[in-house]
Nanobody, 128 residues
Framework: QVQLVESGGGLLQAGGSLRLSCAAS????????MAWFRQAPEKEREIVAA????????YYADSIKGRSTISRDNAKNMVYLQMSSLKPEDTAVYYC?????????????????????WGQGTQVTVSS
């Protein structure tokens, strides 16, 4: 059974930092791009970071660019999102997800419909 489990969220202060982790089990995802999405209350789920299957290319949404790093450890079937200089607008549930295309040549999917597997999410709340 495929399972993604996110961890590392919590209540943080503005200006702080966090590291989200996503542990995948049930199969290897080393051949698939992976991404972090987030969903704030009453807003649509949006992609904030992605990494291609090799780990050689990454994407960041403008909202977190310059203060975030996505990485993966294929040997451990893990993906991470490090964020610093946290802002109240970073408050959301953060989800990791696995792209539905193996060895995607164009990097990663950009919409929720292009991801097959999702974690249950981890809440990140940033107080001002």
């Amino acid at each position: 059974q495929v399972q993604l489990v996110e961890s590392g969220g919590g209540l943080l202060q503005a200006g702080g930092s966090l590291r989200l982790s996503c542990a995948a089990s049930g199969r290897s995802f080393s051949s698939y791009a992976m991404a972090w999405f987030r969903q704030a209350p009453e807003k649509e789920r949006e992609i904030v970071a992605a990494i291609d299957w090799s780990g050689g290319m990454t994407y960041y949404a403008d909202s977190i660019k310059g203060r975030s790093t996505i990485s993966r450890d294929n040997a451990k079937n893990m993906v991470y999102l490090q964020m610093s200089s946290l802002k109240p607008e970073d408050t959301a549930v953060y989800y990791c997800a696995v792209d539905h295309i193996k060895y995607r040549s164009a990097g990663w999917g950009t919409t929720v419909y292009e991801y097959d597997y999702w974690g249950q999410g981890t809440q990140v709340t940033v107080s001002s």
